[in-house]
Nanobody, 126 residues
Framework: QLQLVESGGGLVQPGGSLRLSCAAP????????IGWFRQAPGKEREGVSC????????AYTDSVKGRFTISRDNAKNTVSLQMNNLKPEDTAVYYC???????????????????WGQGTQVTVSS
């Protein structure tokens, strides 16, 4: 069973930055499309960003465009989400997810992903 592990969450001030990482010990992540999702208390989970298995395509929800960047580091077998200019509305538990069935050069965070991590808390507050 594929196990995904997120790290890098924490408490930051508005305008600050965090980098989240997703790892899967024992598995090669470049076989999967990887998505980042978030869920705030009392709200449904929403898709934030995704990267295709090849690394050639990325997508972002409108609210984070220009602020967040998703990338692969295949040498480290990780996928990262660099989050800049963080806002209070970015506060949520962030999850990485993996999907083996998407096109290798496309990604879509509107579909159901097959594997999920445990989540990492991001809190943006002054």
């Amino acid at each position: 069973q594929l196990q995904l592990v997120e790290s890098g969450g924490g408490l930051v001030q508005p305008g600050g930055s965090l980098r989240l990482s997703c790892a899967a010990p024992g598995f090669t992540l470049d076989y999967y499309a990887i998505g980042w999702f978030r869920q705030a208390p009392g709200k449904e989970r929403e898709g934030v960003s995704c990267i295709s298995s090849s690394g050639g395509s990325t997508a972002y929800t409108d609210s984070v465009k220009g602020r967040f960047t998703i990338s692969r580091d295949n040498a480290k077998n990780t996928v990262s989400l660099q989050m800049n200019n963080l806002k209070p509305e970015d506060t949520a538990v962030y999850y990485c997810a993996a999907d083996p069935y998407q096109n290798r050069d496309r990604c879509d965070f509107s579909v159901e992903y097959h594997y999920w991590g445990q989540g990492t808390q991001v809190t943006v507050s002054s």
